[in-house]
């Protein structure tokens, strides 16, 4: 599995870091760069702007930084004006919908932390130090990369350090305050991230960086991997007794028990996320409609099974399956729909095979249809094995309806194609 590890500890981590680290992990970082002007058009008050990645040295060695040359106003920008900006961007540029999720939930968070220091609507809130264009420049320029990495399609997963907060003070718009600034807290209070004080006395960690990290939801752990390459980055800021370098390492994870190169298993496997909670006080249309509900979220299934529970209670175990990065979003929907106290989950590997459709044509009563066959198959050695061949559900049902005959007559009809669906894909 392709792994991205990020270690902070000679760092900490803001959005123009990582920025700066990542798009050493890309062919084309210029094209990335380039786009990112367009934000002038996207965000009224940006008179200038400039972005460049440049070299240079810490302890002697070549390292990245992000060049910004800016000029704007910006001093009435509200949530509502960024937001805007952000989803107008991701509208009209080519991000994948995971990725675009993500960068929302990093502007959210910010907003939200935000919005909690000062104790009011999100929609009320100016952000002050995050309202410049740097911080769009930072949340899309990372998504960008992360999406072209694949990070969000589950095929890649995030490891990290523990993060290094630094310590003393900071001048804000609101004066001076301790570090970690209040926003950065509440982001960080509310991710999965191992923090630690020190070693120095500067703000390591920015509301930006902190935001961009804890929405990956990384594992806080070792790293072991292929190394395929490893990049450096650096902020604005030089210290005398401190690196202040990221790295980011990039490689991929040999499972174990399927580390021969010749096992036709291996490139199918993906990590999966299991949710589960036990819930005996709910009825059975609050059920239904969590179901209804949770249909539209990104979860790949989900069962609810009964059982008996303390007391001889009657009660259900509710479990869903989706994918790592959506984890969180969805245990909040369980907790709001269902008011369960806790749900556990678990990130595991599981072995998915591919699957296309082929639409054609079925004939029933001289008329026809329409119908999509669902094809699950291996390709091993340019050969492809089949594992199943089936008609979708939803069309078999429509054809029935129109013809008003029963489900399982079309389906008797259809199950004659499947024999030619089957010797055309072994062909091909």
Not at 216 to 233: A, W
Not at 239 to 245: R, V
Not at 331 to 356: A, P, S, W, Y
Not at 372 to 383: A, G, V
């Amino acid at each position: 599995m392709k792994t991205l590890y990020i270690d902070t500890s000679n760092s900490g981590i803001s959005g123009d870091m990582f920025l700066a680290a990542l798009l050493d992990l890309v062919p084309n970082p210029d094209i990335i760069l380039s786009e990112l002007l367009d934000l002038k058009h996207y965000l009224s008050g940006v008179s200038e702007l400039e972005i460049s990645l440049k070299k240079v040295k810490r302890s002697n060695v070549l390292i990245n930084q992000l060049e910004l040359k800016i000029k704007e106003k910006r001093n009435h920008r509200s949530s509502n004006i960024l937001k805007e900006a952000l989803l107008n961007f991701l509208a009209e540029k080519e991000f994948s919908d995971s990725a675009k999720e993500y960068a929302i939930n990093v502007l959210n968070s910010l907003i939200q932390a935000e919005s909690e220091v000062h104790d009011d609507l999100p929609e009320n809130i100016h952000l002050h130090e995050l309202s410049s264009v740097d911080t769009l420049i930072d949340i899309l320029g990372v998504t960008k990369v992360l999406d072209i990495l694949a990070i969000f399609t589950g095929n890649c997963q995030v490891k990290c350090t523990k993060l290094p907060l630094g310590g003393g003070e900071i001048t804000t718009a609101h004066g001076r305050l301790p570090v970690p600034a209040p926003a950065t807290s509440i982001i960080l209070e509310k991710s999965n991230l191992i923090v630690h004080g020190g070693p120095i006395e500067a703000e390591l960690v920015t509301p930006t960086g902190a935001a961009l990290l804890s929405n990956l939801n990384p594992q806080v752990e070792p790293y072991e991997m292929d190394l395929k390459k490893l990049v450096y980055s650096t902020g604005q800021k030089e210290f005398k007794d401190f690196l202040n370098i990221l790295r980011v390492f990039y490689g991929e994870i040999k499972d174990d028990e399927l580390i021969h190169d010749d096992n036709i298993f291996q490139k199918y496997i993906e990590p999966i996320t299991v949710l589960e909670t036990d819930v005996d006080d709910v009825t059975g249309e609050i059920l239904g409609n969590f179901i209804e509900k949770l249909a539209s979220s990104n979860i790949l299934d989900i069962q609810i099974t009964s059982n008996i529970s303390k007391k001889n209670r009657p009660s259900y175990t509710i479990k869903v399956l989706c994918l790592p990065e959506y984890k969180f979003n969805i245990i909040e929907k369980m907790i709001q729909e269902l008011g369960t106290l806790g749900v556990r989950f678990n990130t595991i590997q599981r072995i998915c095979v591919d699957r296309k459709i082929e639409n054609k044509k079925l004939e029933i009563h001289n008329k026809e249809f329409n119908l999509r066959y669902k094809i699950s198959f291996i390709e091993n050695k340019n050969k492809k094995m089949i594992a199943n061949i089936k008609p979708e559900y939803e069309d078999l049902k429509r054809i029935s309806e129109t013809l008003g005959i029963s489900v399982k007559e079309v389906l008797y009809f259809a199950k004659n194609q499947i024999k030619d669906i089957y010797l055309n894909n072994e062909k091909s």
